[in-house]
């Protein structure tokens, strides 16, 4: 699998993702430009956390008309994986490749912090083949509140589309564990075709023996 | 010489804008004429105390600033860099935003970010960790919570957004900081030996342009209103607060480190206070050249603003290039790569004269020489007194203090735990990104100082801001020896060998005589301190007029920001939380009865004037070296120095992380 | 010609509004008790190019729907003069 | 009586407007040229208690001074009815 990762202006989290990927993974990855509009042959297209365009408007609003996005959006449609963290994923659910939308955080404040999320999903590639329990994994963003409608948010669960929700360390969904008011504790969800995803959680960050928490590399571990 | 500018400027109007008589005859000395209204604004912004450091310049030339390391001395460039070997170096600074902090909380915190990246990616560093170090008032005033929650939020905004973790520093709470808040930023870069950027003009016929955000109102006089004091009035003085854009700023960072990396420029250097003023005038200055600049060509945010007003001008997210000529296209293709905007404003010239244009008239034309600091600014001897308060200190008896029965010790360690200098500052920290950039080793595995690993290398970079007020108020050559001996203790602790200090000092009004011996009493003591740890000074910043409620002022404070080094990161990092149960627990450093300045006497016994804590300097030294070679043998498993709240308080921070608990018998 | 929209952006009324009702548990905490339902939404000015007012409100209309409001979780209106 | 006031909060004239300005790019990144001068602010709906309309206009007055403008760099005006 090659993967890419494309930096937008304000992407901050590129480099971390690049690093992850090729030197605690051993991936080809390579580095694409909003500004182009080739996705020099990737398999697998990562838009990666930052404040694209400084989130000014709405994150992730002005980043989705990037000329890169009408590459990504055509590369998703036919069926070819796309991956949003963070920042990313809100650039997917404004460009309309995911359902809902990330609002700003129930206590209004940015919360950079460990979060626990356990795996929902059993048909979707990242968490397919996880152990059912909570994986510690940092979280960092002002606007992270998933939300969407009742009719969607069932099509969501009917569809098992809802790949990570917040628990506590123990893996039970609790509101407490629940660090930004998302509905159904959700951290992340892919798409009807299971190619496109999305995660607010930084796996990316917690993938480096330096760093004493592995817990993101065994979920980008999934990809591979 | 255009009509507009070329009314004559009377003494009245120099002293109105900060200039002394003594300065104006000295500025129509070297004029050989009266100086024009552009050309007296331009002399009151760089030789405010702020830019021209007139008041303080003498003290800090005391400080010890060679050292092996040591690639650029204070006051060379931008901000301090050492080597750190392998062809790597580290480049770091602290400054203040006190004042525009004051009036806008957000703003005046978010770009006092903005300015000191600046300084570190001006350099043609990457900033890979910023620090800041908060004082406040009353925490129960309303006041002191609206100034805490937009300041916060300023900061977290600003550096979340350009993406450097924010990893350190320390949040303070005294009522002497009510109306006067302290907010220092600091921030770490790391670059290639050999690839650093320098702040200088040369070579006649460069061109020199102006990269990033167009230029408004916003700031105007921020030089000189940093050289007042805050009041009520304060409040208006409105259009002298800055707005950042960290959106700007990260295009700003990347597009720089690429134009430096081309090797097309003669020098960088960032728009800070002054703005254009500052950055024109000192490159000039520092290579013995002048500047043609017209400022026509400078992008405006406003229709129709005075020469005086671009000049001035503080808008954030603005750095001047000196390219060499011919290469000018390579720059203009990477700003554009990146949105940022670049325009040619002025040409290096030979005589070292700056000349102003704007509408084609020549309306200021001064020596670069004589405006700045190490040149033809001012530079004064204050007066010095012994404040009254010390007689206070002297009449305190150990003796005379209630003995804290068995009952109350755990009614004492609760209120001490409560106090809000002590408490926990996640409420604060967890909204600022601090992992980032994935290099910080403390996220998950905590320690004194922040331990950054260098992408690619064994090594790591360990930073910490440390200082108390209150023992540098007691006594500020103990105080600030204190400060300096802390901020080495917390880099120890984590493994780390101390190697440079970087200096914020926030003091009241220079020209009160109590204050400046305040002041001087700081500096003998970082002197002494950074001779004994072998830390040079590479620089920092001075913060005059920092008042309190009361007329008087701030606490004096000495922030001492400092970077120590660990070679061997993975293995030779120390953590400050507790382990596994059976653990033994040991005190390493002489006990002494000594509770001076300490929480529990100023807080619970409400006893406000004590001397300050005990120090020696020699065996604080040999405490450290001793602690290294434990750590280097690796025989604990974590280290922790006592300060806030004493002991206690110390067990008890080692104890949270891993919900341990301890188990000690006193004497 | 030139014309000067202004543009209201609020969310729609299903949507939760976290911003909203943080900022009613601060007027309360100053004890302004007597407002309530706070909603909180975008305006923008902007300045527009057109040929006539019809082709005006196309353009914002346009700028509308693809950028400055999520229709999916935004309504938004305009005034053109 | 219940009232219902619209509340327009803008940026200070003299003040940067980042958002404004990186909205601007992104109009212009969709083609939409003839837009200019983005200026972006908050529109706050809310409902208030009073006995008459002076004393409700006086509670948003304070509502706006005391919490939900920034004088110092915004500016803001209200409708009542």
């Known amino acids: ?224 | 010489m255009s009509n507009q500018v070329s009314t004559p400027v009377t003494a009245e109007i120099a002293a109105k804008l900060g200039i002394s008589a003594d300065e104006f005859d000295k500025i129509k000395e070297v004029l050989g004429r009266t100086p024009n209204f552009t050309e007296i604004s331009i002399y009151s912004v760089m030789w405010s105390e702020h830019c021209s450091y007139k008041n303080s310049i003498l003290q800090l030339k005391t400080l010890p600033k060679k050292g092996e390391r040591v690639l650029a001395e204070a006051g060379e460039e931008n901000a301090g860099l050492m080597d750190i070997g392998d062809g790597l170096a580290v480049a770091f600074k602290i400054e203040s935003h006190n004042h525009p902090s004051a009036i806008e909380p957000y703003q005046g915190a978010a770009t006092g970010v903005g300015g000191i990246h600046r300084d570190i990616f001006s350099m043609g560093a990457r900033p890979i960790a910023a620090l800041n170090s908060l004082r406040f008032g009353d925490l129960s005033l309303p006041k002191t919570q609206h100034l805490l929650k937009g300041v916060v939020r300023g900061i977290g905004n600003y550096g979340n957004a350009f993406g450097v973790p924010t990893v350190g520093g320390e949040v303070f709470f005294d009522p002497c900081y009510n109306i006067n808040p302290l907010v220092n930023a600091m921030s770490v870069g790391i670059v290639e030996v050999g690839k650093t950027a320098s702040a200088i003009a040369e070579g006649a016929g460069n061109p020199v342009f102006i990269i990033g955000s167009s230029t408004g109102t916003d700031g105007i006089h921020g030089a000189t209103f940093a050289s007042e004091d805050i009041g009520e009035d304060s409040e208006s003085k409105l259009p002298s607060v800055q707005v950042g854009d960290p959106f700007e700023e990260k295009l700003l960072l990347e597009a720089t480190l690429e134009c430096i990396e081309t090797g097309a420029l003669v020098g960088v250097q960032d728009m800070g206070a002054a703005g254009i003023t500052c950055s024109t005038s000192e490159m000039a200055a520092k290579g013995n050249a002048g500047m043609d600049v017209d400022l026509d060509k400078i992008p405006t945010r406003q229709e129709n603003m005075e020469a005086w007003e671009i000049l001035l001008s503080e808008s954030q997210e603005r750095m001047l290039f000196v390219v060499k000529k011919g290469r000018e296209q390579e720059i203009i293709d990477i700003c554009k790569k990146w949105d940022v905007h670049c325009e040619q404003i002025a040409t290096v010239t030979d005589g070292g004269m700056l000349r102003y244009f704007h509408k084609g008239e020549l309306i200021a034309e001064i020596p670069a020489e004589s405006l700045v600091l190490g040149g033809g600014a001012p530079v004064y001897v204050r007066e010095q007194k012994e404040p009254a308060y010390l007689k206070e200190i002297q009449k305190f008896k150990l003796s005379k203090v209630p003995e804290a029965t068995g009952e109350e010790h755990l009614e004492v360690i609760d209120f001490l735990l409560a106090l809000p200098s002590i408490a926990s500052k996640r409420w604060v920290t967890e909204q600022y990104d601090s992992m980032v950039g994935t290099s910080n080793m403390s996220t998950n595995d905590p320690s004194d100082a922040a331990v950054v690993r260098i992408i690619g290398r064994e090594q790591a970079v360990v930073v910490t801001a440390d200082c108390n007020p209150r023992y540098v108020h007691a006594d500020p050559e103990q105080g600030c020896a204190l400060a300096v001996a802390e901020a080495a203790r917390n880099i120890v602790c984590s493994g780390g060998t101390p190697i440079g200090v970087t200096n914020c000092l926030n003091f009241g009004n220079p020209y009160k005589p109590e204050v400046y011996w305040q002041f001087a009493g700081a500096i003998r003591g970082m002197k002494k301190a950074c001779e004994k740890f072998g830390t040079p000074v590479t620089g920092g910043n001075v913060s005059f007029y920092n008042q309190s409620e009361s007329g008087g002022s701030v606490f004096p404070t000495p922030t001492i920001g400092m970077v120590g080094l660990i070679e061997d990161a993975f293995n030779k990092k120390m953590s400050m939380n507790f382990r596994k149960k059976g653990h033994v627990i040991y005190q390493m450093g002489r006990m002494v009865e000594d509770l001076g300045c300490s929480d529990y006497l100023y807080h619970y016994r409400g006893i406000k004037h004590s001397p300050a804590p005990y120090l020696n300097l020699e065996d604080e030294h040999k405490l450290q070296k001793a602690l290294l070679k434990l750590i280097d043998q690796e025989l604990i498993y974590s280290a922790h120095d006592v300060s806030d709240g004493g002991a206690a308080i110390t067990l008890l921070e080692s104890a949270f992380p891993n919900n341990m608990g301890f188990v000690i018998e006193t004497p | 010609m030139k014309y000067k929209a202004t543009i209201h952006i609020m969310p729609r009324d299903e949507i939760l509004d976290p911003q909203g009702k943080a900022t009613l548990l601060g007027l309360h905490n100053l004890g302004l008790d007597d407002i309530g339902q706070v909603r909180i939404g975008k305006r923008i000015e902007v300045e527009v190019e057109a040929k006539d007012k019809q082709a005006a409100e196309d353009k914002v209309k346009e700028a509308c729907t693809k950028l400055l409001a999520n229709t999916i979780i935004e309504k938004f209106e305009f005034e053109l003069n």
């Open chain 1, 1 to 224: 699998m090659k993967f890419g990762v494309v930096t937008f202006p304000g992407s901050n989290c590129d480099h971390d993702l690049i690093y992850a990927m090729r030197e605690n993974l051993g991936q080809e990855v390579v580095h694409l430009w909003h500004k182009d509009h080739d996705l020099q042959g990737c398999d697998f297209i990562f838009l990666p956390g930052g404040f694209s365009y400084g989130d000014y408007l709405r994150s992730g609003a002005i980043a989705r008309f990037s000329p890169i996005m009408d590459e990504v959006i055509a590369h998703a449609n036919k069926g070819g994986y796309v991956m949003g963290i963070c920042n990313g994923f809100q650039m997917l659910t404004e460009a309309g490749l995911l359902d809902g939308a990330l609002l700003h955080n129930a206590s209004t404040r940015f919360i950079c912090k460990n979060v626990h999320i356990v795996p929902a999903s059993r048909s979707a590639l990242i968490t397919q083949n996880l152990e059912h329990k909570a994986y510690k994994v940092p979280i960092a963003h002002g606007e992270g509140n998933y939300f969407c409608t009742p009719d969607v948010l069932k099509k969501l669960q009917d569809n098992d589309q809802v790949i990570f929700r917040y628990c506590d360390e123990n893996g039970r969904i609790t509101d407490a564990a629940n660090p930004n008011g998302s509905l159904d504790n959700i951290a992340g969800v892919c798409n009807v075709g299971k190619n496109v995803f999305g995660l607010m959680p930084h796996p990316e960050r917690a993938a480096d023996e330096m760093l004493a928490n592995m817990d993101g590399r065994k979920l980008l571990a999934q990809l591979v």
